[in-house]
């Protein structure tokens, strides 16, 4: 099936609006495109939950701070649009940092305790940039439900306490993290990593199945969890630790101790790509 | 004719959703109460346009620092339902700080140029407070069309920057300031003034009159202007001035000259009680 590329807000609007008003469901897959299976399940689940499954492809600069890789992030838009539309999508919606941020552009949205610990610490500015497009792009396509993955765990919760705060008329969905057969997240930035890089970045989701297993044993205790994934993820020479935490999964608030629904958080660099995966595990 | 009270968000999202999906046109005035021959002109011009007229009336409480007039601005509800009444509204829309602003509450507006000067500096996070409950308010209400007085300037203009940089499909319609006949512009913070001081309070309106004639008369360095603005205002005892500024009055930015359309803006204490007034001049 064909999808239709959209590239200006006026025109999106425009086709929203006419959508709404023939009563037809909206589904959204916002995404920066350089899509991946991840992407790709979430639209597929827009699809069949949808009248119109919509995407957008857009990098999005305010959420990159200088130095980051704004510029290098890959771009492949005929390849994104084939897959797109393979995986059913109606719309593409393409737009460009000038149209998105025009010159005198000052809004912003803030928010202050789920976005605060994580990426938050050493990306001060991240969400606050995810924030503002997801609300800008909502605001364009006006979708009934929006479906985001659980790699990026932390984003979904701000951007549902964002929906929760605002009121804002939509469903936030967030859907599984998907993964390689040897258990990497799958991820646009994982194209940076060398051949080598690539083999030792599955010690990231090592990590993970090292707490799973350490908790099924009966460790309660956060710093021991934190203590023993770092042990393995310092043994790779080419790692990085950003951060590595235990957070209650619910509003991402500190814990004392290991129980209940707990996310296990990692950001590590592999050379010069940073990687982040996650998984929540509840404890009985 | 009756007017609806409506005390509850879901209560009021219920009512605007299905008077949009009937495919009515709702005009909204937002309030904190005490409401003056200002806030019903903009009322009646809301019912002339649209066929369901809501306000809402809620003290919201992120506009206010810390020893500002939260808990003293007055709340006399029963004669504000009355006097909506007769200006036509069909929906009062009240609501408590606890719904608004709930246990883990933490999304907020934040607009970074036209909120930054006059009331900006003084009171740095009051517009952030007053776009996030627009922002709200115009979630729950879901209006074809706002009205706001242009007493509130700055705050016109914010607001007109928001739903333009959030795409809010939204209709910003400013009004103008309602004044007594001596001159004063009508606010909810008059009832604060002495005799006395409502007397030394006329020399705001009357400093925006000398601007205006200085004007007429060629003056064109704002300097100029300001320093006779101080002048006048401060012969009154009980007056300190907290600015008097002249500022284009499109995007709120400095000017070193005046021409074009002018925003003179004054803010000034009279004993505890701050009030502001402005004009924009259109100088040739």
Chains 1, 2 share one sequence.
């Not at 920066?32 to 639209?43: I, K, P, Q, R």
């Not at 699809?47 to 701070?65: G, H, K, L, Y």
């Not at 396509?141 to 549902?160: I, N, S, T």
């Not at 004392?256 to 592999?270: M, N, P, S, T, Y």
């Amino acid at each position: 099936m064909k999808a239709e590329v959209i590239e200006t807000i006026r025109e999106m609007v425009g086709r929203t609006q006419r959508l709404r008003a023939k009563g037809k469901s909206i589904g959204f897959v916002p995404t920066m495109g350089a899509l991946h299976e991840g992407h790709l399940s979430l639209m597929r689940r827009s699809r069949a939950e949808n009248d119109v499954s919509v995407i957008s492809i857009f990098v999005n600069p305010t959420q990159f701070a200088p130095g980051e890789d704004f510029e290098e992030y890959p771009r492949p838009i005929a390849e994104d649009v084939r897959k797109a539309e393979e995986a059913g999508v109606d719309l593409i919606f393409t737009t460009t940092p000038e149209e998105m941020y025009p010159t005198g552009y000052s809004t912003f949205v803030e928010e202050e305790r789920v976005t605060r610990p994580l990426c938050g610490k050493t990306r001060p500015t991240f969400f606050r940039g995810v924030l503002t497009a997801v609300l800008k792009l909502c605001q364009i396509v006006r979708p009934h439900r929006v479906y985001f993955g659980e790699k990026d765990f932390q984003q979904c919760r701000a951007v549902q306490r964002m929906v929760s705060d605002f009121h804002l008329d939509v469903e936030i969905i967030s859907c599984p993290i998907v993964r390689e057969d040897d258990g990497l997240a799958l991820s646009s930035r994982n194209v940076y990593l060398s051949a080598s890089e690539r083999e030792e970045a599955l010690t990231i989701p090592k990590s993970l199945d090292l707490a799973e297993s350490l908790v099924s044993e009966g460790v309660r205790d956060p710093a021991v969890l934190v203590a023993r994934m770092t042990e393995l993820i310092t043994e790779i020479p080419s790692a990085r630790i950003d951060y590595i935490e235990t957070l209650s999964a619910d509003d991402l608030s500190t814990i004392e101790r290991l129980q209940g629904d707990v996310l296990v958080a990692v950001a590590v660099w592999i050379g010069k790509t940073r990687l982040i995966d996650n998984r929540v595990l509840a404890i009985g």
